[in-house]
Structure formats: structure tokens, C-alpha cells
């Protein structure tokens, strides 16, 4: 029996690769530049024209090659060539397609057409999709449910090939947006600009009901709004003028897509064994994804055929002293594997950091004491017991807004009137959005002026910057107004000390949200008590995401939360979401107040199309005004990402634009491996002392077994 | 027997579709097709021609149970529910809503949950019922309350708090596992020993108290007397008789959770990174994904009838006296 005992340590030293007992990694990953990861949430998606969350694209920017990148360093975010020679030129036409000068006027121009051009010699990762037999014909385009037998993934195939990346693939790629089968976020956003793209979704359609077990090629099928030019030149036609297209050129939903691989895995079988694009992606950036196992771990590792790119020679100041610019030149990627691996949970996920088995990470709330300190001048520093471990910080201000939304339609907080203006006014003056960062974001946050947030084209910092509604400069630094003037407003409103004059009742003011539970109740308190300096009353009317969407899209509500991650680094991105015409009632917009206002989409109409000059920056600063006094949104806050890295990582900046960033880091893997050993030595003694505790154990129930049998 | 088997499987068809009558209605209480269409196609950009077509592509665009406008059977077999339930009684577990095989994705977490699961249940049993027979076996004596006390005071604190700390001592503090994580075949065997030790130490207290109590009521029978009398060890009246006489209350409480194991657990397997089918439902209620959650719902029920069928005939193995009929 005793054997039993001793089953567990003999299995446990004998899983021990030699190494550190605690290493959740094999053997063989020792002194290999590999950055270690983490995800919380498997993707969804991994198909270029589907994906859109970022989960999904943390995977998808490094393994496709869009048109066009942000530069990795400079700010603000600049978009450069990635898969191109250059930037993309634009030529202006009219309706009659005759061509117009580059300064026409955005009423002028009836379609813009943009012309791309693509770097030689960029080749697709090694896909069996390519793979060609003895004859060169391709090999695995007519499997059939006897070669598929033992085929659960990619890499069971044999063999594998590639070939190189033409103006037609990214050309089938946009075809694809419209593809009866695939769901894309943005079909029906590039439906209104690519020219004919709205008829092409009906004629794949038509296509496909009249062939429906056939491959549908969508080479077959000319798209007016995407055609290649050459082997290497393709062009793109929008409707009107339209200077936002160039970042969408930067997403994935522009990659290229080999009509191959496409082919490939719409032959029979392949679903079943969850072969499909949608998870094994087929792309020409600088990784590709080895090992996609979504509950335990994916890998990516370096494309063997990619070339061309090369770390950037120059960023913004401050980077060549913070040794961002000691590998500029070098050819990217400059690691050569990425492992991502599942921890859902902060604990383990934070403990493994610190242990050294994640080479950067987040904080969260329940960390951040042990990792960050602040000192007085409120400068935010890793502790010193993060700093005895080489830990560094780098801190920035996401391009993303968290807003609280007054409900347009609603007759109390709602509508145009002075009435509402000033009870709105005087509410944002009461919310106290300084101490929900302090208390509920550990500090990691700026209150938002607007909805613009810094390091996005039209956002002012300083006295320029403030909501003068809300906030006072005083002393170099903005100052929230006093409830006093808050009361005023409110009084002005209708509502002395919160009460109606009319009907003397308490003014009560009801918020739709999806927090629940005990995890929220702190800061729904919080709020209630912010309500409370104006003697209003706070009704949560908590509920589930389904009814809380259904309440939004049907006006239902009166005070929300909501939030928005920028999709590219223009003020149009923002300044949309209190666009008229996007409103979520009755059009099925963004703007999810329903705020309207007729001289704020005039200025938005005449903002959106113009390049970012001192012009632009004054309607934007018009709009703003616009925004501060009518008040549809209480403007919260942006959110500050901090991220430590170990002292072995090289090359990390925040971009907060860019997904594309793992090419450019660079891994020190020996002194990895040397920290690693320090610090996560197995501790022995508890081994031998319940050793022999468990010995004196037996050796005690023993002799009391005895005892009690000579007894009887 | 066979007949009653065969009776028992017949009996299990109803029950099968009441469980998937059920499920159906909560879940379409709670969500709408619209709801899981808008959960699968994200925040951003939704418009309700996107929705259209992803309910039309995954046949959500159907009456729920009846349809009116149907001539005949279509009436009944033209629904959301009956299309998505029928194939299930052939084991034909369909897609997920993100397109993903149902089957093959319970196929390749099954394995990590069992590498859990079974260690942990049969080193459970093997100490929980030997821990109770040594209690029994100092019946009374200070060494019986201590063991009771420590059943109690391990059975007063909670499961997560084993987990947590679990990881903080024998990770964290003294380096000896990894403290999440999981790798195939050898490799896997120093990520499931913490999992599995926290797994039998968080369920001793529980477990060995009700085995004690089960063995102190044999230890007053008769027959126990007659072994004493035979001048057997008290080891040996324990362990050969007291033991196979308390089998069919052990049993009833064993049998029918060991094909459960397959299920998994939510909570370990979400702290240790295993990539196994503990969380694969609860994820699925919250992206409203009816495949996934009707899969495994089904496949719960599937599993505990057979645990429970099991267990009527480990009865007939331990006591030679129950016949099935």
C-alpha cells in the first residue's frame, strides 16, 4: 500500500524535464527567442472578412498582410505602407467618370479610386492549400473522405507549398465581404462606398441558388469597385469622397486571400473537422499559425517565405533613449515563435508573470498595489518589488471613450430644450468621474473633455481642451464646478433641491445597465451617492445584454452606459456616434443617445471629408462646443492601459492603433532563462518534512494497531 | 436482465425529449434568435440584414415549435426545435453557432477532463474510504473525534479557497508545479497532480464522514460479530467484510457519477488552464449558443441515465441476492 503514497512524487519527477519542476513549458523551448502570452477568451473567428473584435485580431494581424500598417513608433498614429510600394494613390472623379482635380470639392467628387500597388516577391505561408504534386497539379484539391481520414489539422498534411501574393487576392478578398456564406461586420458599411458592391452580395447570391453544391469562385464574378490591374496594381472605386478608406486599408478585412486556399477548404469533409478559413487562416505576414488548439494554446511561428519588412529607422522623440531604435534596420519578425496559452482566470495568470513564464502583462484591480505605486507628483511607478525583479511599466491613454448617454427621445433628461440642457449640465457637474477613476480604475484613466481622446486629430490638451460647462481652469489644471453651480443649474431646470416645482416629487432618474451582481453593486452605490449631492434619485434598473441592447435600439432607457474603441485614428470615428443620422432609434446606428442636432451634422458632414488642418481642427473645436453645451453624453472617461514587461523584452511600445505589433519585439532568451532558474527554484524542506511526518504517522498507527489487537 | 435493460433504455427515449423540450424553452425564454445573432456578429455594425441572413444561415429564421403556415408533419418538423433536436437521438451533436463541430470539439476536450476526473475519483474513493474505516476502526477514541473534527473543518471551507491556495503554497511559494497550464501525454502528468490533490483533499470531509457513518452501522451486525469471534484481525474484519457488506450504499452514491466524469469540472479546470469540457457549457450559455448548450445538456442526461442503469447492475454484482427484472 505504501507504494500508493510515493505513486504521485514518482510521477511528478518523472514528468520533470530536468529543469524547473514549475515550467509549463517543454524542455526543448529553452534558449529559444519565443514570446510567451496569454488569451482569456478563444476567438471567435479567425477569417479575415468575419473578424473584428480584438481577441481576434491579437492572432490575425500578424498572420495576414493588409495594404497598409501604422507606423509602429511615430505618433500620431501615421499610416505606412505594409504589402504596398507606397501609399496608396487617390484620383478624384466625377459621376460621369471624368477625372477631377486632387483639391475638387467633396460635392464635386462622385467616385474616388485609389490605386495600390504591391510590393514583389511577397509569398503566402506554407499552406497544403498550394502544395502541388509530381505533375504540378495541386495536390490536395480533390480530397476525398478516404484522405481525410486522419486529418483533424494542417499540419497532418503531408506536404505544403506557396506561391506569391498578387493584386488579384486582395482583390478576392473584398469579393468576399459579400460572400452569401460569410457574415462580415462591414458589408454593410462598404456596401454604401465600394461601387457595386451592394449588387454584388444579390449576384453571389443568385449564383449560389443556382449551383449550390459548386465552389463559389468569386474570380468568376467582376466587382466594379475592385479590380486588379496587374499582377502586382489593383484598384479600389468608392462612391464620393471618402479620406477614412485609406484605414480600412489597415485592417484585415483588406488582406489578401489566395482563391486556393478557398478552394481547399470548401471540399467536402473539411467542416466536419473544423477545417475551414474560419480557423485556419491562409496568409503572407510575418507568422502563421502552427498550433490552433483555442482551449489550451495557438502558436504562431515565423513564415519561413516572408521578407521585405524591416524595423523602422525612426520614431518620435524619446525613442532612440529608450533603446527603441537600437535593432532599426534589422529584418523583421525578430522573434521566431509566439505562444499564446489559455488563462482565464488573473491569478494564475499574474502569478505566471511574475515567475517569469509571461514575458509581459496587464494589471488587474487585484494586483495593482503589489505592482504600481504613484508618487506625489501622481507619476505611476512599478514597486520595488517589481523593480528587484527588472519589471518596467509603460502606461497609455486608449484611443476609446466610456461614456454615460443620455437617452435624446426621452422627455425628462432628453430633447433640446434649455430645461434639459441645464439638468443635464448640472448632472455631469455632480458625477464625479476624477474619484470613479481613483476608486474604480486604480487612477488608470483621463475624465474626458469629449468624446475625442487624446492622440486622435482634433483632441486639445490644456485650458484649450476643457469642457467649460463641467470644469474651470484653475491653477494650470482643470476643476470640476462646484455642486453649488451644479444646484443652480439644476434649480434653473425646474428642479430645485431635485424637486419638481410642479408636482413637488423627487426627480427621479432611472439608468439601464447590464452590471449585476456583487461585483458591481460598489459602483452603483457610488453613483447612487453622486445623484444624491443633487438631492436626485438614482433608480438601477439592472438587466441582461439582450434586453439592455432591445432597450437601446428602442429608445427605452434614459441613462446608459456605454463605451467605444476607435476603428482607426480619425475624429470622424468618434464624432459619428452623435451623428443624426446614426441614431440608433429608427436607423440603426451608432448613436446610441439619438442625439440630433441639426448645425452639429452640418459641421459633421463638412468635418468628415477634410484632411486634418488647422481648418478641420476649427469645426471640430465648433462641434465640441456644441457637444459641451447641449451635454448628450456625460463624458466619462478614457482609459489608461498599463502593461509591465521583464527586463529580457525588448522593443515594446504601446500602439494602441496597431495589432501588428509581436514582429517587432525582441526576446533575450538566455538571460530569460537565467531569471527564471533565480526565481523558481523548487522549494524542498515541505517535501522531506512531510516525509517523515507521514513515516512517523505509520509507524505511530501501527504500533496503536498492535496495541489495540493485544488488548483483545 | 437483458429485458430490463432494454426496458430501461425504452424508458429513457421520453425523458430524453422532455430534457430537450425543456432546455429548448428556457433557452428561448431567455434568448431570441435576434439576441443570438446580434451575441454572434458583435456590437459594432450590426445591421438587421446581417441578422436576417445569419438566422436564415443557421436555421434560426423558423417557428420555434409549430409552424402554421406548414401543411402536415411540416407543421411540427419545420420548427427550430425539431431540427435542431432530432439529429441529437443519432448522436449527430451538429455545429456550434461559430461553426465549430459540436462532436469533434467534445471528443478532443473529453480527454483532458477525464486525465482530471478519474484520478481523482478513484484516489478520492481509495482514501475517502479508507479514512473512514480507520475512524471506524478507533471508533470513539480520541483519534475518531480528531478525524471527524478535521472532516468538518475540511468540509467548512470552500472549494476555491483549496484552489487558490493550492496554487499560492505548491506553485507559487514552493515551485513544485505548474500553476496553470496543461500539455498532451506524459507531459500532462505535472499539471493534473495539483488539480487532482486539491480535487480529493476538497472532498475528503464530506466523503469520509458518510462512508464512517455507513460503516458504523455494519460494524454492529451480527456477522461482524461472528468474524470477531473467529479470532479475525480487526484489519481484516474491516477490510474483508464490513467493507463488501456497506458496498450497495457506496455504490448507489459511486456508480452514477462515473460516467458524469466526463462532464468535467467548471471550476478546477478554469483555474488550471485544462482544456477540458468543464467550462464548454457554461461558455456556451454565455455566447447563446443553443447547439453547444443543447449538446451537452443532452449529453448529460445521456450520461447519467447510463450511471444510473450502471448502477442497478453493480448492485447484482456486490449482492448476489438483487436480480433485475
Redesign the interface.
Known amino acids: 500500500m505504501k507504494w500508493l503514497f510515493c505513486l504521485p512524487l514518482l510521477l511528478l519527477l518523472s514528468a520533470c524535464d530536468g529543469g524547473l519542476w514549475n515550467n509549463p513549458y517543454p524542455a526543448a523551448d529553452k534558449g529559444r527567442p519565443i514570446y510567451y502570452s496569454a488569451f482569456t477568451e478563444r476567438p471567435k473567428h479567425l477569417d479575415p472578412a468575419q473578424a473584428y473584435s480584438e481577441n481576434e485580431y491579437i492572432f490575425l494581424a500578424q498572420i495576414y498582410q493588409p495594404p497598409l500598417q501604422y507606423h509602429y513608433l511615430k505618433r500620431p498614429y501615421t499610416l505606412v505602407p505594409q504589402a504596398t510600394s507606397a501609399m496608396p494613390v487617390v484620383h478624384y472623379l466625377d459621376k460621369d467618370n471624368r477625372p477631377l482635380p486632387d483639391d475638387a470639392p467633396a460635392g464635386q467628387v462622385a467616385f474616388s479610386v485609389y490605386e495600390i500597388h504591391l510590393r514583389p516577391n511577397l509569398r503566402y505561408q506554407p499552406h497544403p492549400a498550394f502544395a502541388l504534386d509530381a505533375q504540378g497539379k495541386p495536390e490536395y484539391q480533390a480530397l476525398t473522405a478516404k484522405d481525410l481520414r486522419n486529418i483533424y489539422a494542417l499540419n497532418d498534411f503531408k506536404h505544403s507549398g506557396t506561391r506569391e501574393v498578387s493584386a488579384a487576392d486582395y482583390v478576392y478578398q473584398i469579393k468576399r465581404l459579400a460572400h452569401p456564406d460569410i457574415h462580415s461586420p462591414i458589408a454593410g458599411l462598404m456596401a454604401e462606398y465600394i461601387v457595386g458592391l451592394k449588387d454584388y452580395a444579390a449576384m453571389l447570391q443568385k449564383a449560389q441558388k443556382a449551383h449550390p453544391a459548386a465552389f463559389l469562385n468569386l474570380h468568376d464574378y467582376p466587382l466594379e469597385g475592385a479590380q486588379a490591374v496587374d499582377e502586382h496594381t489593383y484598384r479600389i472605386k468608392v462612391y464620393g469622397k471618402y479620406p477614412q478608406f485609406v484605414y480600412w486599408l489597415a485592417m484585415p478585412f483588406f488582406a489578401p486571400m489566395p482563391v486556393e486556399a478557398d478552394r481547399f477548404y470548401a471540399q467536402d469533409g473539411m467542416r466536419e473537422k473544423n477545417l475551414t478559413l474560419d480557423w485556419w487562416p491562409a496568409g503572407s505576414g510575418p507568422y502563421y499559425l502552427s498550433e490552433n488548439n483555442p482551449n489550451q494554446r495557438m502558436v504562431l511561428t515565423k513564415n519561413p517565405n516572408f521578407s521585405g519588412e524591416f524595423y523602422p529607422a525612426e520614431g518620435e522623440a524619446g525613442d532612440r533613449e529608450a533603446g527603441l531604435l537600437v535593432d532599426a534596420g534589422k529584418p523583421l519578425p525578430l522573434i521566431e515563435q509566439v505562444v499564446f496559452s489559455l488563462d482565464k482566470e488573473t491569478i494564475p495568470y499574474w502569478n505566471k508573470f511574475l515567475q517569469g513564464y509571461y514575458d509581459a502583462s496587464g494589471i488587474s484591480s487585484d494586483s495593482f498595489d503589489q505592482a504600481v505605486q504613484v508618487n506625489v507628483g501622481g507619476e505611476a511607478n512599478v514597486t520595488d518589488e517589481m523593480n528587484a525583479q527588472g519589471i518596467t511599466l509603460s502606461t497609455s491613454v486608449a484611443t476609446s471613450t466610456m461614456y454615460m448617454g443620455f437617452n435624446w427621445l426621452d422627455p425628462v433628461v432628453g430633447g433640446d430644450s434649455e430645461r434639459a440642457r441645464k439638468l443635464r449640465r448640472a448632472i455631469a457637474i455632480a458625477i464625479d468621474f476624477e474619484e470613479f477613476i481613483s476608486i474604480f480604475a486604480n487612477g488608470r484613466g483621463i475624465a474626458a473633455q469629449s468624446p475625442i481622446p487624446p492622440g486622435i486629430f482634433g483632441y486639445r490638451d490644456g485650458e484649450a481642451g476643457i469642457n467649460r460647462y463641467v470644469y474651470d481652469w484653475v491653477n494650470g489644471a482643470p476643476k470640476r464646478k462646484t455642486i453649488e453651480e451644479a444646484r443652480r443649474f439644476l434649480a434653473e431646470a425646474g428642479y430645485p433641491n431635485g424637486l419638481d416645482e410642479k408636482t413637488r416629487q423627487p426627480l427621479v432618474i432611472y439608468l439601464d445597465t447590464t452590471a449585476t451582481g456583487v461585483g458591481n453593486k460598489s459602483r452603483l452605490d457610488w453613483l447612487r451617492k453622486q445623484f444624491d449631492k443633487l438631492n436626485l434619485q438614482l433608480v438601477v434598473r439592472s438587466t441582461d445584454y439582450n434586453r439592455f441592447q432591445d432597450k437601446i435600439r428602442k429608445g427605452d432607457t434614459q441613462l446608459f452606459y456605454f463605451g467605444w474603441n476607435a476603428d482607426y485614428p480619425d475624429p470622424e470615428n468618434f464624432l459619428f456616434l452623435l451623428h443624426g443620422a446614426q441614431a440608433k432609434v429608427g436607423k440603426g446606428g451608432e448613436n446610441a443617445a439619438n442625439y440630433s442636432n441639426p448645425e452639429y451634422d452640418r459641421l459633421f458632414e463638412q468635418m468628415k471629408n477634410m484632411p486634418n488642418n488647422t481648418a478641420r481642427q476649427k469645426i471640430i473645436d465648433d462641434m465640441l462646443e456644441i457637444l459641451r453645451r447641449d451635454s448628450p453624453w456625460l463624458w466619462g472617461h478614457h482609459p489608461k492601459d498599463y502593461v509591465l514587461r521583464h527586463s529580457w523584452l525588448y522593443n515594446s511600445k504601446p500602439n494602441k492603433m496597431a495589432n501588428n505589433n509581436l514582429k517587432y519585439l525582441r526576446i533575450d532568451a538566455a538571460q530569460r532563462d537565467e531569471l527564471r532558474k533565480q526565481w523558481n527554484q523548487p522549494v524542498l524542506w515541505p517535501l522531506w518534512l512531510g516525509g517523515f511526518a507521514l513515516a512517523a504517522f505509520i509507524w505511530w498507527f501501527w504500533r496503536a494497531l498492535r496495541q489495540r489487537e493485544e488488548a483483545r | 436482465m437483458i429485458a430490463y435493460l432494454l426496458r430501461r433504455i425504452l424508458y429513457a427515449i421520453p425523458i430524453l425529449i422532455g430534457v430537450n423540450l425543456l432546455t429548448f424553452a428556457l433557452f428561448f425564454v ?3 434568435p435576434d ?1 443570438m445573432a ?5 456590437i ?7 441578422i436576417a ?2 438566422k436564415q ?1 443557421h436555421g434560426y429564421d423558423k417557428p420555434l415549435l409549430f409552424d402554421a403556415r406548414a401543411e402536415g408533419a411540416s407543421k411540427l418538423t419545420d420548427t427550430i426545435f425539431f431540427e435542431k433536436s432530432a439529429s441529437m437521438f443519432v448522436f449527430d451533436f451538429g ?1 456550434s453557432d ?4 459540436i462532436a ?2 467534445i471528443q ?2 473529453m480527454m ?1 477532463s477525464l486525465a482530471i476526473a478519474l484520478p481523482t475519483f478513484f484516489v478520492g474513493l ?1 482514501i475517502y474510504i479508507t479514512f473512514a474505516l ?1 475512524m471506524t ?2 471508533r470513539a477514541t480520541a ?1 475518531d473525534i480528531a478525524g471527524v473534527a478535521l472532516c468538518v473543518l475540511l468540509m467548512s471551507v470552500s472549494g476555491l479557497f483549496y484552489i ?1 491556495g493550492g ?1 499560492f503554497v505548491a ?13 498532451g501525454g ?2 500532462s ?3 493534473v ?1 495539483l488539480p ?2 486539491i480535487g480529493v483533499i476538497g472532498s475528503v470531509g464530506a466523503s469520509s464522514r458518510w462512508y464512517r457513518t455507513i460503516f458504523l452501522e455494519e460494524i454492529g451486525k451480527d456477522y461482524v460479530r461472528t468474524a470477531r469471534a473467529k479470532g479475525l ?3 481484516r474484519v474491516l477490510f474483508r467484510h464490513v467493507l463488501k457488506n456497506a458496498m450497495i450504499p457506496i455504490l448507489t452514491g459511486v456508480v452514477v457519477v462515473i460516467p458524469l466524469l466526463f462532464m468535467g469540472s467548471l471550476l478546477t479546470e ?4 485544462i ?2 469540457l468543464g ?1 464548454y457549457t457554461i ?1 456556451a450559455i454565455n ?2 449558443d443553443f447547439g453547444v448548450v443543447r449538446a451537452m445538456v443532452f449529453l448529460g442526461s445521456v450520461l447519467y441515465i447510463a450511471g444510473l442503469i450502471l448502477t442497478d447492475i453493480s448492485y447484482t454484482i456486490v449482492d448476489p441476492r438483487v436480480r433485475l427484472q
Request: proline share 6%.
Open positions: 431567455v434568448n431570441t439576441d446580434r451575441m454572434q456578429l458583435g459594432k455594425r450590426v445591421t438587421p440584414e446581417a441572413k445569419w444561415q455545429y461559430d461553426g465549430r463541430n469533434r470539439e478532443t476536450r483532458p481509495f480507520l476502526l478507533f483519534l487558490i496554487q506553485s507559487k511559494l514552493w515551485h513544485w508545479v505548474p500553476i496553470s497550464g496543461y500539455a506524459m507531459d502528468i505535472k499539471f497532480v487532482i490533490l484481525s480487526e484489519l478554469s483555474f488550471f488552464g482544456p477540458g467550462s461558455d455566447a447563446q
